[in-house]
């Protein structure tokens, strides 16, 4: 009788052990199952999409007039510079949760449907993973950037026409809105301490100082350049990103290694946010942020040190220390 107890008890435990087990295995792996990242959408799989199901295609290049001369079926037009304004005085800064999600919902974008953005292409990727950026802010579980852009999808001769799209209002969310952003402090204490790496996303130029539309020229100091042209290759008809080998070869040969904690900058967020569609998205790098005031905030504040030249592992390396700089 008390062996017959025993066993029941010893039943009864591994029961209870085997239950937590399998909890603690389902929680371990909830984040993986229920994280939804942006990610690439080739020209055939987008194309089999249209026969499929109902996508949100937005289309993001810089002149509404190559809208009207052409787009994508059912793609609404977006200039990126309606997400961006001035803030105390500093251009292209990002706008408030509401006034993103009002005109979110104009263009009829829920949670509900895929929502596809695509630009020009090689010389507009950076708007398309910048809207991909503020989606995945909101939480937008399904947002793909389509590789090689207008410019691969007109050259493989796929359907563009001149129609307007017919296109509901949705109700997209207010908040919570929490894209992947790095103040002016936290990007002075990385530029000091060294506990972030900084990545410059703008051209070698402008890196170096001989180019730049803004007060000072330079980078700030300790920041690495990879300027965002270079995650991209020609592959037939067009400019696609890298396979992830090389991608992930190219990066770390910089020194911007997953184990560490990235900013990316540029001039107003849009070239950064392409860094921060590689790493994070394509990658899997899972500290990775955005200095949204970039260099457009950095080169107007006097106090603010800067340095010109090739930068890491080049000779003709100057910094500038404001007399004001303590």
């Keep these: 009788m008390i062996g017959a107890r ?6 009864g435990i591994s029961l209870l052990l085997a239950c937590a087990g399998n909890r603690g295995a389902q ?13 690439l959408v080739s020209t055939e799989q987008l194309a089999a ?7 949100s295609l937005i289309d993001v290049r810089s002149d509404v007039f190559t809208y009207l001369a052409g787009h994508l079926p059912g793609a609404v037009y977006l200039n990126t510079e309606t997400m961006r304004a001035s803030e105390r005085g500093i251009p292209s800064q990002l706008l408030s ?20 953005i695509y630009s020009a292409g090689e010389t507009g990727n950076i708007d398309a993973t910048f809207l991909a950026w503020l989606l995945a802010g909101f939480g937008h579980p399904k947002v793909y950037v389509l590789n090689g852009g207008y410019f691969k ?8 026409v001149q129609q307007y799209p017919h296109i509901s209002e949705a109700s997209f969310p207010v ?6 952003r790095a103040s002016l402090e936290d990007v002075r204490r990385a530029s000091v301490s060294g506990d972030a790496v900084l990545v410059d996303a703008r051209p070698r130029e402008q890196y170096e ?32 990103w890298k396979s992830p080998a090389e991608l992930r070869a190219d990066y770390e040969a910089q020194g911007i290694t997953p184990d560490k904690s990235i900013i990316a900058y540029c001039n107003s967020t849009s070239e950064a946010s392409h860094v921060h569609f590689t790493l994070r998205y394509l990658l899997g790098y899972q500290r990775v942020r955005i200095y949204v005031g970039s260099w457009t905030e950095w080169a107007g504040r006097a106090e603010l040190p800067l340095e010109v030249g090739s930068g890491a ?8 220390y404001p007399k004001t700089a303590k």
Excluded: C
């Design 6 to 11: 025993r066993r029941l008890r010893f039943i």
């Design 27 to 39: 929680n371990k792996s909830e984040p993986a199952a229920t994280a939804a990242i942006p990610s």
């Design 49 to 55: 999409w249209q026969r499929e199901r109902r996508v």
């Design 97 to 116: 949760s509401r006034a993103y999600s009002d005109l979110f919902s104009r263009l009829g974008l829920s949670f509900d449907t895929p929502a596809v």
């Design 153 to 160: 999808w007109q050259l493989e001769h796929r359907p563009v």
């Design 175 to 180: 908040a919570p809105f929490r894209p992947e």
């Design 209 to 240: 100082g001989s180019a730049g539309a803004q007060m000072r020229r330079g980078h700030i100091p300790g920041a690495i350049s990879h300027h965002w042209q270079e995650d991209l290759t020609r592959v037939g008809f067009g400019h696609v």
């Design 313 to 320: 592992g080049g000779r003709d390396l100057l910094r500038d």
